[in-house]
């Protein structure tokens, strides 16, 4: 018991030090080394994932997740609104004190509390909507997991903010591991949706204990808002942003759950899901680290814009390949990994594939107006992009699950360049050196993948695990190789300290 005392003490942060100004000195050990955790964080979380796709599509059905999806749509709405977009802005904010932290605890716990209620109230309406009177008792279980994983948010963004990627990896690693099991015991003992209920109640359970134990700041319960309403005004923005990119990305689940029905939604969603699987791992532990680190190298020009086109190097070496091998891969992924009820699933996963070929990095432009501030753009942009998603959704759901991939794929592409151009304006960063970071990578990829997809016309595939190990292993082996060519890229990244800073 001295053992764990010990180590949980070690693990304990004095709640004082993450209050006040940066401190540069310390900037370029906490991006290397919360870039580390970040990774480590990410590769753990991938396994712990890939282990719950596997057991949970075996011993639970299309239904289970399509109904389970139906719910998410609400969760994810009040999600939204939980901290009002205060999280990001303590991220951003150069300087914040515990009182400050306090009020925005306060006025998080409100919005929390509320939102619960209405999800609680509005259950009845939702098991309505859809037609499944079973979402009635889901609906209002979801609201009690919901209120309860909104208590350590503002705990996380305060360890963000501090790049205490360490703890955050604990955390998450943690959660994660314990709502697997929780959710895998009641889905072997026939509790279908409710066993993927129970476990996510189980995660905000655990994040909580967790969090409290290695940040034991306690907040005074007030709220003054002339000491957050800055912080509001720069939150508003990223909320209202976050309302309508809810629209955009939810819309779809809204549309096949209500029209083509909960098996069709748990195919969908299945594909989806196991599309950004490795897609979440690359974006998340970078982006993680690009808005803090970027936010305080805002006046550095030079320092800016080198870490930032190495982001988007990273980013591009990383997913490219991930997504062509998806794209070549997806029938026998979805075999490997849901088994053959889930072979109505293929073709989606395939089709978005192409999705991530490039919006991956796409993705950081976000990333650059926050850095700035720049939450006026941010929402517009976000109102842009979601208008034409949610239309582009409209026109694909007449051809079933695929039209809807197949449209929400053209309309991404479509505003992709037009999204880029107004994101850069009036910053640093340059369309054309970030097309160079990029064009490398996404070169080698094609090269390969069309190589790859002629093999195949010619050699039918199987879905043998030992020869598709071997493609696998080649493939990206080959890819590797390829990159190596690529020698500023490789010396840029042995540098990454000195190019945060000198």
């Known amino acids: 018991m001295e053992d764990l005392d010990t180590m949980i003490n070690r693990l304990r942060i004095d709640p004082e030090t993450i209050f006040g100004a940066y401190d540069r000195s310390k900037l370029k050990r906490q991006a290397v080394v919360g870039g580390s955790f970040s990774i480590f964080s990410q590769i753990s979380l991938f396994i712990i ?20 999806a139906m719910v998410s749509v609400i969760s994810s709405f009040a999600i939204i609104f939980r901290d009002a977009g205060l999280t990001t802005a303590i991220i951003q904010v150069d300087c914040i004190n515990s009182n400050e932290a306090s009020t925005m605890f306060t006025f998080n716990i409100l919005i929390n509390l509320l939102l619960s209620i209405a999800i609680f109230i509005s259950s009845p309406f939702v098991a309505s909507f859809y037609g499944h009177p079973i979402l ?24 963000t903010r501090s790049m205490r990627f360490d703890l955050i990896a604990l955390n998450s690693i943690t959660t994660q591991i314990v709502s697997l099991l929780v959710a895998y015991f009641f889905a072997i003992h026939n509790f279908g949706i409710f066993s993927l209920v129970f476990g996510s109640i189980t995660s905000a359970v655990i994040s909580i204990f967790i969090i409290i134990m290695i940040l034991p700041w306690i907040p005074n319960i007030k709220f003054e808002f002339s000491k957050i309403s800055g912080l509001i005004k720069y939150g508003r923005d990223v909320l209202l942003f976050n309302v309508v990119n809810y629209f955009s990305r939810n819309s779809d689940n809204i549309l096949i759950g209500k029209f083509i ?44 814009k080198d870490s930032f086109y190495l982001i988007v190097e990273i980013l591009a070496f990383l997913s490219i390949p991930i997504s062509i091998y998806l794209y070549l891969k997806s029938e026998f992924i979805i075999l490997l990994m849901l088994g053959e009820n889930w072979i109505d699933s293929v073709e989606v996963f395939r089709i978005l594939s192409i ?67 107004y994101s850069f304006n009036n910053t640093p960063i340059q369309l054309k050196a970030y097309l160079q970071a990029i064009l490398p990578f996404l070169f080698i990829g094609l090269v390969l993948g069309i190589i790859s997809h002629v093999y195949f016309r010619i050699n039918q595939p199987n879905n043998e695990i030992i020869p598709n190990l071997i493609f696998t292993i080649l493939f990206f082996s080959a890819y590797l190789l390829l990159t190596f060519f690529n020698k500023k890229f490789w010396h840029k990244m042995l540098s990454f300290k000195n190019i945060i800073l000198q």
């Open 49 to 68: 994932n890939i282990i719950r796709t596997i057991l949970l599509a075996r011993v639970l059905i299309p239904l289970d997740f399509g109904l389970f």
């Open 355 to 421: 999705f991530g070929l490039l919006q991956v990095t796409a993705a950081i432009k976000g990333t650059v107006l926050l850095s700035f501030g720049y939450s006026k753009k941010y929402l517009h942009l976000g109102v842009f992009s979601s208008i034409v998603t949610i239309l582009s959704f409209l026109l694909g759901i007449r051809f079933g699950i695929t039209g809807v991939a197949y449209a929400y794929v053209i309309a991404q592409y479509a505003i992709l360049f037009p999204s880029l151009i």
């Open 136 to 159: 009635l008792n889901v609906t209002r279980i979801m609201s009690i997991s919901f209120f309860l994983s909104g208590l350590s948010a503002q705990h996380i963004a305060l360890l």
């Open 261 to 304: 029905g909960a098996i069709q939604l748990g195919f969908y969603n299945k594909a989806y899901s196991l599309f950004m699987l490795p897609i979440l791992q690359i974006r998340i532990p970078v982006n993680s680290i690009a808005l803090p680190l970027l936010s305080k190298l805002k006046k550095d020009n030079k320092k800016y």
